[in-house]
């Protein structure tokens, strides 16, 4: 449903601003943001990862990214740390003390939730982030001016920035393997999980295969798939056994973090237009977009 | 679109259904959700889970699996596993038994693995794991409570020399010789098991004793070359009496205390008569010896709780000023079921029965003499 709002949202842009003279052409070089129903996601099982760091060395290793050999990674002390990831690793591990076995901690891997209303492709004002239909939030090196508004904007202090490189700084972030991806194989730390902790597949398949997994074993998980909702839902989804808040998820409400418009407003800024048309135009694209949005409403 | 999605669709849609029970109308007790994903399954659409995991039913002899398996395939740096399946089947005696592994075989032969799981990471069905993790799930269930790092080269065969020895720390279990159980009491504040007198003169399996626990309790790494022969354990931290003991009980439960607890009487380690017989002691039979009453020989055997089948005949002498009333003309000729009903001597006594207007203890068939303590 939301992806036919939002794709009727960029038609009915797109048709204004060829109204307000932008040729179709300049409107539809804009950012891909596309929620195809069919995209795919990943569900992290964090009562059944072993915390073996399989996946942090199988990234690495597929970015091309510096990495000691996968034995060194039996080592746990990395854990004695919190870490997020950064500009040298694109997922990070990490340990929380599980109250019901001292022995056995819950691990939880963490890397970009792939939202499907990404925060940081709101706040990107040269559409360098967008959506793909794969369920991908990817960011393009061309268009990227280093503003790095998306690192304020992400929920998840995801994107991190190459801060120690003059010349061609990037943002980095999980990028869901997309060139991987393209060539058939599975995300590199999906591959690599020995437990299967991490499931690809269908977002759809997977949040179905979560309450699933809640249902037969009430005992073993907290009933909440986390990213089912939280900002408007996330591609990349959790099941966890204690709650979430306990393992740092942070507490985010159901709306996506800044709203549509703002990326729309952007947009303009890129294209450069005058503003004052542009703000009627703007009006006019919210005026038409809440329309639809309450009839859907309405149907649903 | 995929028949998985269209089950996906289904749940989806069936969302708002959902919040309402699962029960079919007919009445029946059975849950449809325990087999179908959706509330509403049609015959077209049965919306069937991954993996009921149904009980087995083709059980066999242990000594009928095989001894040992090779599992997985060879990587670069691992080889497969070398299991000891007929050893781990032993194990299993003391857990769950067959099915905490063959979790779907309905009945014989014993299905593999691979014949639900699929090889291949990427395919179609989601909803249960792969080979390689399904595998690795399940070993580790075990292996990574006694094991927490859970290093590939405890299980598997590693290829370099190096690795390989340190692949060899295997955790055989080193059966204590004595426990000594630190009681918690002041009086004989220990009781000593003799483990390796009951495995060996028994001849007891591990798991006649030891069900559902940690693989800890035997395998522990921190255990291994350390002196075996006796353990010290606490048993009364954060578990009741009933608990301590019910291990023993299932052999000792009707020995005497003192067989465990070396020279204490049920009475030094506080034995509650009340509670555990249902015969509270009053202040007479309080003070006495257990072997007054409990004269059989070896072991404490139950006692009529009858007065007659230890004090013969004493209605005929009993003096009621004893008790602290002495029984006025009319009382003193009556017999003792007529106010003492079911010959419960330590309730109220009843005057109902004969007298409208008079209640214990406000009016008393008598008058008080010596040790009356006008409690009741
Ligand atoms: S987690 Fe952050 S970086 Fe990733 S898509 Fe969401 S907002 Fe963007
Ligand atoms: S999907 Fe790819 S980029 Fe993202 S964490 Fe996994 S391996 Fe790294
Ligand atoms: S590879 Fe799998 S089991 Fe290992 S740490 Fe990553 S998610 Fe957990």
Redesign the interface.
Same mark, same amino acid.
């Given at each position: 449903m939301k992806s036919q709002n939002r794709r009727s949202f960029l038609k009915a842009s797109t048709a204004i601003a060829a109204a307000a003279g932008l040729t179709p052409a300049t409107a539809n070089a804009g950012p891909k943001n596309i929620l195809s129903p069919?995209r795919m996601g990943v569900l992290v099982d964090t009562t059944?990862c072993?915390?073996?760091r399989n996946c942090e060395w199988a990234c690495k290793t597929a970015h091309g990214l510096d990495t000691p050999p996968l034995?060194t990674y039996?080592d746990?002390t990395p854990f004695d740390q919190m870490r997020r990831p950064d500009t040298t690793a694109l997922t990070v591990v990490n340990r929380y003390e599980n109250p019901e076995n001292p022995?056995?901690p819950t691990t939880v891997k963490v890397q970009c939730m792939h939202c499907d209303h990404p925060a940081c492709v709101s706040a990107c004002i040269v559409g360098a982030i967008s959506k793909q239909a794969d369920g991908a939030v990817i960011w393009d090196t061309d268009k990227c001016i280093g503003c790095r508004y998306c690192m304020v904007a992400c929920p998840f202090q995801i994107p991190a920035f190459e801060y120690n490189k003059a010349i061609g700084p990037r943002i980095m972030k999980c990028d869901f393997c997309t060139e991987r991806r393209g060539e058939g194989?599975?995300p590199a730390c999906?591959?690599s999980? *020995?437990? =299967?902790a991490l499931?690809?597949? *269908?977002r =759809?398949?997977?949040?179905?295969?979560a309450?699933?997994r809640v249902?037969?074993a009430p005992e073993r998980y907290v009933d909440h798939i986390y990213g089912e909702y939280e900002v408007g839902g996330t591609s990349w989804c959790y099941l966890a056994g204690t709650e979430f808040d306990k393992l740092q998820f942070p507490k985010l409400g159901v709306n996506p973090a800044p709203g549509v418009s703002e990326s729309i407003q952007h947009g303009i800024f890129a294209y450069f237009v005058p503003p004052v048309s542009l703000y009627a135009l703007l009006g006019a694209v919210m005026w038409t977009s809440r329309q639809r949005g309450d009839e859907e409403e309405e149907h649903s | 679109m995929k028949p998985?999605?269209l089950?996906?669709?289904l749940?989806?849609a069936g969302g708002a259904l959902s919040a309402q029970s699962a029960a079919p109308k007919s009445g029946s007790s059975m849950d449809c959700?325990a087999c179908h994903?959706a509330a509403t399954p049609t015959k077209a659409n049965p919306s069937l889970?991954?993996c009921p995991r149904l009980k087995i039913k083709g059980y066999h002899a242990i000594d009928e699996a095989p001894a040992t398996m090779s599992l997985g395939a060879e990587g670069a740096?691992y080889g497969p596993v070398n299991f000891a399946h007929r050893a781990h089947a032993h194990m299993a005696e003391t857990g769950k038994g067959c099915v905490g592994c063959h979790h779907y075989d309905q009945a014989r032969p014993i299905q593999k693995c691979k014949n639900c799981h699929a090889v291949s990471?990427?395919r179609e069905d989601?909803?249960k794991?792969?080979l390689?993790?399904a595998m690795?799930?399940q070993c580790?269930d075990c292996h990574?409570?006694w094991n927490?790092?859970?290093?590939?080269a405890s299980c598997h065969q590693v290829k370099d020399a190096v690795a390989k020895a340190a692949a060899k720390k295997s955790t055989t279990v080193a059966a204590p010789q004595k426990i000594i159980y630190e009681t918690g009491s002041k009086e004989g504040k220990t009781v000593t098991f003799f483990h390796a007198d009951h495995t060996g003169r028994f001849a007891l399996a591990c798991a006649e004793c030891h069900q559902q626990e940690s693989c800890?309790g035997c395998h522990d790494r921190k255990r291994i070359g350390a002196n075996n022969a006796v353990l010290t354990r606490h048993t009364t931290a954060g578990i009741t009496e009933e608990q301590a003991h019910a291990r023993c009980a299932t052999c000792h439960a009707k020995d005497e205390c003192s067989v465990c607890h070396k020279g204490m009487s049920p009475k030094s380690i506080g034995f509650d008569h009340g509670r555990r017989t249902g015969f509270a002691l009053n202040r007479f039979h309080a003070p006495l010896d257990c072997k007054q009453c409990h004269k059989s020989a070896g072991g404490f055997t139950r006692v009529n709780a009858d007065c007659e089948s230890c004090h013969k005949g004493w209605q005929a002498k009993f003096d009621h000023a004893k008790t602290g009333l002495a029984l006025d003309e009319q009382h003193k000729d009556l017999d003792c079921t007529s106010c003492h009903e079911d010959k419960t001597f330590h309730a109220k006594p009843v005057c109902k029965s004969c007298h409208d207007d008079k209640a214990w203890p406000a009016q008393r068939p008598g008058k008080a003499v010596g040790r009356e303590t006008a409690k009741k």
């Amino acid at each position: 449903m939301k992806s036919q709002n939002r794709r009727s949202f960029l038609k009915a842009s797109t048709a204004i601003a060829a109204a307000a003279g932008l040729t179709p052409a300049t409107a539809n070089a804009g950012p891909k943001n596309i929620l195809s129903p069919n995209r795919m996601g990943v569900l992290v099982d964090t009562t059944v990862c072993i915390g073996c760091r399989n996946c942090e060395w199988a990234c690495k290793t597929a970015h091309g990214l510096d990495t000691p050999p996968l034995e060194t990674y039996e080592d746990k002390t990395p854990f004695d740390q919190m870490r997020r990831p950064d500009t040298t690793a694109l997922t990070v591990v990490n340990r929380y003390e599980n109250p019901e076995n001292p022995e056995l901690p819950t691990t939880v891997k963490v890397q970009c939730m792939h939202c499907d209303h990404p925060a940081c492709v709101s706040a990107c004002i040269v559409g360098a982030i967008s959506k793909q239909a794969d369920g991908a939030v990817i960011w393009d090196t061309d268009k990227c001016i280093g503003c790095r508004y998306c690192m304020v904007a992400c929920p998840f202090q995801i994107p991190a920035f190459e801060y120690n490189k003059a010349i061609g700084p990037r943002i980095m972030k999980c990028d869901f393997c997309t060139e991987r991806r393209g060539e058939g194989k599975l995300p590199a730390c999906v591959e690599s999980c *020995p437990v =299967e902790a991490l499931t690809f597949g *269908p977002r =759809e398949d997977l949040v179905r295969i979560a309450k699933d997994r809640v249902r037969h074993a009430p005992e073993r998980y907290v009933d909440h798939i986390y990213g089912e909702y939280e900002v408007g839902g996330t591609s990349w989804c959790y099941l966890a056994g204690t709650e979430f808040d306990k393992l740092q998820f942070p507490k985010l409400g159901v709306n996506p973090a800044p709203g549509v418009s703002e990326s729309i407003q952007h947009g303009i800024f890129a294209y450069f237009v005058p503003p004052v048309s542009l703000y009627a135009l703007l009006g006019a694209v919210m005026w038409t977009s809440r329309q639809r949005g309450d009839e859907e409403e309405e149907h649903s | 679109m995929k028949p998985i999605t269209l089950i996906g669709l289904l749940f989806v849609a069936g969302g708002a259904l959902s919040a309402q029970s699962a029960a079919p109308k007919s009445g029946s007790s059975m849950d449809c959700r325990a087999c179908h994903t959706a509330a509403t399954p049609t015959k077209a659409n049965p919306s069937l889970v991954a993996c009921p995991r149904l009980k087995i039913k083709g059980y066999h002899a242990i000594d009928e699996a095989p001894a040992t398996m090779s599992l997985g395939a060879e990587g670069a740096k691992y080889g497969p596993v070398n299991f000891a399946h007929r050893a781990h089947a032993h194990m299993a005696e003391t857990g769950k038994g067959c099915v905490g592994c063959h979790h779907y075989d309905q009945a014989r032969p014993i299905q593999k693995c691979k014949n639900c799981h699929a090889v291949s990471r990427k395919r179609e069905d989601l909803g249960k794991p792969d080979l390689k993790a399904a595998m690795h799930r399940q070993c580790l269930d075990c292996h990574r409570d006694w094991n927490p790092t859970g290093s590939c080269a405890s299980c598997h065969q590693v290829k370099d020399a190096v690795a390989k020895a340190a692949a060899k720390k295997s955790t055989t279990v080193a059966a204590p010789q004595k426990i000594i159980y630190e009681t918690g009491s002041k009086e004989g504040k220990t009781v000593t098991f003799f483990h390796a007198d009951h495995t060996g003169r028994f001849a007891l399996a591990c798991a006649e004793c030891h069900q559902q626990e940690s693989c800890r309790g035997c395998h522990d790494r921190k255990r291994i070359g350390a002196n075996n022969a006796v353990l010290t354990r606490h048993t009364t931290a954060g578990i009741t009496e009933e608990q301590a003991h019910a291990r023993c009980a299932t052999c000792h439960a009707k020995d005497e205390c003192s067989v465990c607890h070396k020279g204490m009487s049920p009475k030094s380690i506080g034995f509650d008569h009340g509670r555990r017989t249902g015969f509270a002691l009053n202040r007479f039979h309080a003070p006495l010896d257990c072997k007054q009453c409990h004269k059989s020989a070896g072991g404490f055997t139950r006692v009529n709780a009858d007065c007659e089948s230890c004090h013969k005949g004493w209605q005929a002498k009993f003096d009621h000023a004893k008790t602290g009333l002495a029984l006025d003309e009319q009382h003193k000729d009556l017999d003792c079921t007529s106010c003492h009903e079911d010959k419960t001597f330590h309730a109220k006594p009843v005057c109902k029965s004969c007298h409208d207007d008079k209640a214990w203890p406000a009016q008393r068939p008598g008058k008080a003499v010596g040790r009356e303590t006008a409690k009741k």
